[in-house]
């Protein structure tokens, strides 16, 4: 059995200030009660984290009682901790988070009481299943891109980059289905740890059919896919994707003028009867800098700019990288913040200064500004793959090699001492802040996965502006991304785990 350390009552009447810690003093989260376990603690280290817990505004018992929450515990045998935990007889031990170190020493790094996640639990390893019970394996992969971690290293290119041909070959196509299939497969394999050597290792894996596993068995034996490569050659597929990857030029647009029996961008641009919008001549304009990928010195050295200027507004004003470089990405087709301010409703008129900066300091090549159609009473929208309301603007930007730590991403043979990038700012209003960065950090599929998870599985419609709880019927708040996790009872998955 525990038993606090015991304070000499003589001491504590002679001395209070010292021995009578004012425990309930700067008490920060009411619903959270700490006991840390001395076994194998020791009972210096106990105190001392103690203090440091009650300094930060957790409430920490001195002794295991019913009002208990959190047991943290550093002990190494879970089965002996469990047994102790039992002795104790507590009446909501079910109900109590039984912790290793880990969990508090996050905490601490936080300042508040993180999320409780499966790793930080001490398994029950006494726990006896019902009889005919077997029990649940352990890393099965969830049908959900918000349930798994994917970092940018994919052991499964092979697989996956011929996914993504297949995939966007459906597009072209617009038959949304199969095109949705490939795409959570891809997903799916990127996830993995390990790479696929043998069919037979995808057995337990979720959103893996009959032609995904074709294909993979294609490339097992062949090292490639003949449907990926007859696709490859195909002039229609090659031809929307040579029209599609100019800026302002969408599957639609693609396809009319292919229609028209246009083959190559000379073909369009000596077409007469062809009207090129703004974004799609500076599209052409700009074609070989802005086709080439962004690299992550080009993207820091965009945010300084950007968080100079912006700024130089106002200095309380928030700008955050998002997106793929948010996911610890080393390239990019562009680079997307967001930014906002303290002040609700100031930031509207945020975008068209930095506009104006950016246009006085000359490297505004292009801009398209979208002001914001957002209104919270159109909340919640079940359209939930729709763009979201806020003002934003998409840009070209001149980036001066000088600016760049290690020089421009550049093409052989450039010898620009600058080239041109695609950069995407938007700027929500404050209090939506959490769900804007959420929202564009991505991946696509990770998104995706987040609102079907929150559809399906909670009946909560989750978008770039809200939360909703269709059960309760209100909104749910959030300041921070942990908080969206925390409501949709995700655990959390932190920006370069979302490579989906
Ligand atoms: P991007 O298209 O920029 O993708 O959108 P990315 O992940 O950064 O990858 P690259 O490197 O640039 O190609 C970033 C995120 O912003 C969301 C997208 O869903 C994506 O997750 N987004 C984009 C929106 O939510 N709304 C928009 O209007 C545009
Ligand atoms: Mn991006």
Request: hydrophobic content about 40%.
């Amino acid at each position: 059995m525990f038993h606090a350390p015991n304070v000499p009552r003589v001491r504590k009447r002679l001395r209070p200030a010292e021995a009578v810690v004012p425990r309930r003093e700067g008490v920060k989260f009411e619903d959270v009660r700490l006991y840390l376990v001395e076994r194998k603690m020791g009972r210096s280290r106990r105190n001392f984290l103690t203090q440091l817990a009650r300094s930060k505004g957790f409430i920490v018992e001195d002794v295991l009682s019913d009002e208990v929450t959190h047991v943290v515990s550093e002990e190494s045998q879970a089965s002996s901790l469990w047994k102790w935990l039992k002795e104790c007889a507590l009446k909501n031990l079910p109900s109590v988070h039984v912790l290793d170190i880990s969990w508090f020493t996050e905490s601490m790094r936080e300042g508040r009481p993180v999320a409780v996640e499966t790793r930080h639990l001490v398994q029950d390893t006494l726990l006896t299943l019902p009889e005919g019970s077997t029990p649940t394996p352990v890393a099965t992969v969830s049908q959900y891109a918000c349930q798994r971690r994917t970092t940018t290293e994919n052991n499964n290119k092979i697989f996956t980059d011929a996914f993504e041909v297949l995939a966007e070959n459906y597009e072209f196509n617009e038959i949304e289905g199969p095109c949705q299939a490939f795409r959570r497969a891809a997903s799916v394999l990127k996830s993995l740890p390990w790479a696929v050597r043998c069919l037979g290792a995808t057995q337990d894996l979720p959103c893996l059919g009959e032609h995904t596993k074709a294909v993979m068995e294609e490339i097992l034996q062949h090292g490639r896919s003949f449907e990926v490569e007859r696709i490859l050659s195909d002039e229609r597929y090659q031809t929307l994707k040579l029209f599609t990857s100019v800026f302002g030029v969408g599957p639609k647009t693609a396809e009319k003028w292919y229609r028209r029996g246009l083959r190559s961008f000379s073909d369009i641009l000596a077409d007469r009867s062809i009207h090129l919008n703004r974004m799609q001549q500076s599209g052409f304009l700009h074609y070989e800098d802005i086709s080439r990928a962004v690299s992550k010195a080009e993207a820091r050295s965009l945010r300084n700019i950007i968080d100079e200027v912006v700024h130089a507004i106002t200095p309380a004003a928030i700008l955050a990288l998002t997106g793929g470089f948010r996911r610890g990405k080393e390239f990019g087709h562009d680079v997307d913040f967001i930014v906002t301010t303290p002040e609700l409703g100031r930031e509207e008129t945020l975008l068209p200064d930095i506009i104006d900066e950016l246009k006085k300091q000359g490297i505004l090549l292009y801009c398209e500004y979208q002001a914001s159609t957002f209104d919270i009473a159109k909340l919640p929208s079940c359209r939930f793959e729709a763009m979201d309301h806020y003002a934003k603007c998409f840009l070209i930007l001149r980036l001066e090699g000088s600016q760049v730590e290690g020089g421009l991403h550049r093409a052989e043979g450039d010898s620009r001492g600058w080239r041109a990038v695609r950069v995407d700012l938007v700027s929500p209003p404050v209090d939506r802040y959490a769900f804007a960065l959420l929202g564009w950090t991505g991946s696509r599929q990770f998104e995706r996965d987040l609102r079907r998870f929150a559809q399906v599985k909670r009946r909560m419609l989750l978008d770039n502006h809200a939360l909703y709880d269709k059960t309760k019927k209100e909104f749910l708040a959030a300041t921070t991304e942990k908080d969206i996790f925390a409501h949709l009872g995700l655990e959390y998955i932190e920006p370069w785990q979302r490579n989906a």
